[in-house]
């Protein structure tokens, strides 16, 4: 046996713990590994000692060695309802009891000086059964939930889904899914596992706890670790566990699969050694050793791993978390209790850039626990975590911040533009209507010599905004537009654009960009629009032209964007109509709009795919003036043109009822 190779190699002439290393090596070469504690002590003749051991459902093997003035070791092991499992028979200085257990849980091993005095050492191994297989050769494929093969951590393990049945489905397996391979995991304690399956086709894995047919206990899916490669890797808690190999869709085929366990601090012993946060201070961290101790109510559960933060409030405040990774989707939750989920009194997993994960509001003093978390498991990777706190007491609290009054209200400049502002520290002292129980405001100023255009949208956003513009500041009764977005026709004067809290609890940064266009200039401009002729391309340039018009297409927003040419033309009665524009070295814009000078009244946008490619424009239009707008898409964009109109091949119901009546250089 195995095993009874080892104490052969052991020099039995030395004291119990140098012969428990030599022993320990020729273990972990035959393919055993330690599981439990070593116990170490000391008996007189005739006296026991009773040792708990936490063993998973594998084959077992409990050593015992004793030292000098040791004759006879007596050693038998319990199962957790007391009774006997197995009993040592020889007479010697050592005693070995072997199992094969059918359940994980607390055994006790017995130990008796039955003859002499002095120290003795116990230790436990698992391995595959028998404890005598190569650990390097793979074992028997998977079987089902009734009969599932027992996967030991540290084995190798082949088979293929081929001629395995379709019982089981996770839920990132696809449907319909392939067949499947179940192996049984049996955790004695609290681990960070391990599974890791390399096949030849799309293969899924996925674990449930406890009820191997019972698809609510899956605590972990994954599908696309890699190349025909899955992966889960997660802290579980001690109990039985099944270990599904599937394919994804009806995919099927051969694959190896291995597991590994490693200890796992306990959530308390991990919230026992948490690192302050201290208000307007920031962190640097790294989740790569971490464990994943705690999920939450956003980001996907937050399945990655993550590191608590002590974060002491003295007072009732405003407090903004930021964490922020380049390595993974970060995920920042509070607790008021480090140990409870049911504790979470905050969750962010979005922010005001694309590597945030920001939470503001108001929170009471009190000691919390912040998390530095992740979205994706075994996503490990490096972080920042920062804290800021601001005064909170009530309708106008807030510590003051730039643009946070009508007094000092931020000038807009220009005719268009980006600003980017912060209502964490600014009061709450402007009421809009689109935001009726709104937050914090900033307030910024458009001061306009001629009749204008005002458009403005809010283009990124730590928390909810809403937008307001008003001709006297704080007065809601003089408000012109409200939301998201502004756009309006004004006349000359000063105008107010409010950027609100949607909530009050909706606190932090935003940007907005602005467009104001001088009304007299546009007009003069439609005033002299060439005509576009039916059926005849025109060919243009917008080089050297202004940005005088905003389409709803083309990626601009409301911000500067490219040169843009206009044509007027007529449609004599309703009729289905073709427009193309054909570009060189830019990507090209068509929109097609009933006003010259109102963005309002556009009918339809077209954008090129690429740059050189056409745009085309398919609609039917009623009798009128229209005008088509050239442009470019983005900023700068910019380059020679054709544009065509036509009658297009597609005839409405009116038309096919009449004759066609088109303008005379139609026909």
Not at 232 to 239: E, F, M, T
Not at 492 to 508: C, K, N, Q, R
Request: with cysteine; hydrophobic share 35%; proline share 5%.
């Amino acid at each position: 046996m195995a095993v009874a190779s080892a104490f052969c190699s052991a020099n039995r002439g030395a004291d119990p713990a140098s012969r428990f290393f030599a022993v320990h090596n020729v273990m972990r070469a035959i393919g055993l590994y330690q599981t439990g504690p070593v116990n170490q002590g000391s008996l007189a003749a005739g006296q026991e000692v009773r040792l708990p051991l936490t063993l998973p459902s594998t084959c077992v093997a409990v050593v015992a060695m004793g030292g000098a003035g040791v004759g006879d070791l007596a050693l038998r092991l319990l199962d957790p309802d007391g009774n006997l499992v197995a009993e040592e028979k020889a007479h010697d200085v050592e005693a070995v009891v072997r199992a094969c257990l059918e359940r994980p849980g607390q055994y006790v091993a017995v130990l008796r000086m039955a003859q002499g005095a002095g120290e003795y050492l116990v230790s436990s191994w698992t391995g595959g059964d028998g404890f005598g297989a190569d650990a390097g050769a793979p074992l028997a494929s998977g079987g089902t939930c009734d009969a599932p093969t027992v996967l030991v951590p540290g084995r190798n393990y082949a088979g293929t889904t081929e001629d395995a049945t379709d019982d089981q489905e996770g839920t990132c397996s696809g449907s319909p899914g392939g067949h499947d391979r179940v192996y049984r995991l049996d955790l004695p304690a609290r681990q960070r596992v391990g599974v890791e399956v390399t096949a030849d086709f799309d293969s899924v894995l996925y674990i449930r706890k406890g009820d191997c047919n019972d698809e609510a206990a899956e605590v972990r899916c994954n599908d696309d670790s890699g190349p025909k490669h899955s992966r889960v890797d997660a802290v579980l808690d001690p109990g039985m566990y099944f270990v599904f190999v599937d394919g994804y869709g009806e995919e099927a085929g051969t694959y190896r699969v291995q597991a590994s366990t490693h200890d796992a601090p306990s959530l308390a012993d991990v919230c026992r050694g948490a690192r302050p946060l201290a208000a307007a201070s920031r962190v640097v961290g790294t989740l790569t050793d971490a464990f994943d101790n705690a999920n939450a109510t956003c980001g996907r559960d937050a399945k990655g791993d993550d590191l608590p933060y002590r974060f002491d409030l003295p007072t009732r405040a405003r407090v903004r978390f930021v964490e922020r990774s380049a390595d993974y989707r970060p995920v920042v939750h509070v607790r008021r209790a480090c140990e409870d989920a049911t504790s979470e009194v905050a969750c962010g997993d979005t922010g005001f850039a694309d590597d945030d994960a920001t939470w503001a509001g108001v929170l009471d003093p009190g000691p919390y626990w912040v998390f530095a978390d992740g979205a994706d498991e075994a996503a490990p990777g490096s972080f920042t975590l920062s804290a800021e706190t601001a005064p909170e007491g009530g309708i106008g609290a807030g510590g003051g911040a730039q643009g946070d009054g009508c007094g000092d209200a931020i000038p807009l400049t220009g005719v268009s533009g980006k600003v980017d502002g912060d209502t964490f520290a600014a009061k709450d002292d402007v009421a809009i209507t689109c935001a009726p129980k709104g937050g914090a405001d900033v307030i910024y100023r458009v001061d306009l010599a001629h009749r204008s255009r005002i458009t403005a949208r809010l283009i990124a956003d730590e928390s909810s905004h809403a937008l307001a513009l008003e001709r006297a500041c704080a007065d809601k009764s003089t408000e012109l537009s409200c939301g998201s977005i502004v756009d309006r026709l004004v006349d000359p004067g000063t105008y107010f654009l409010v950027v609100d809290g949607a909530h009050p609890e909706s606190l932090g940064r935003f940007s907005i960009s602005y467009k104001i266009r001088d009304m007299a200039e546009l007009e003069a401009a439609c005033a002299k629009v060439p005509t576009l002729s039916w059926k005849r391309k025109e060919s243009g340039s917008t080089v050297g032209a202004t940005d005088k018009f905003s389409s709803s297409c083309g990626g601009r927003g409301v911000s500067r964007g490219s040169p843009d040419r206009v044509y007027r033309f007529t449609v004599p009665r309703r009729t289905s109509v073709r427009l193309t524009l054909e570009t060189q070295g830019f990507r090209g814009v068509l929109s097609v709009r009933r006003a010259c000078a109102d963005d309002a009244t556009e009918v339809k946008c077209a954008e090129a795919s690429d740059d050189g490619a056409r745009a085309t424009i398919q609609t039917t239009l009623d009798p009128g003036s229209y005008y088509a707008v050239v442009d470019g898409s983005g900023s700068g964009s910019e380059g020679a043109f054709a544009l065509r109109v036509e009658e297009d091949g597609q005839r409405t119901k009116e038309e096919s009822a009449h004759p066609r009546e088109l303008p005379k250089h139609t026909r």
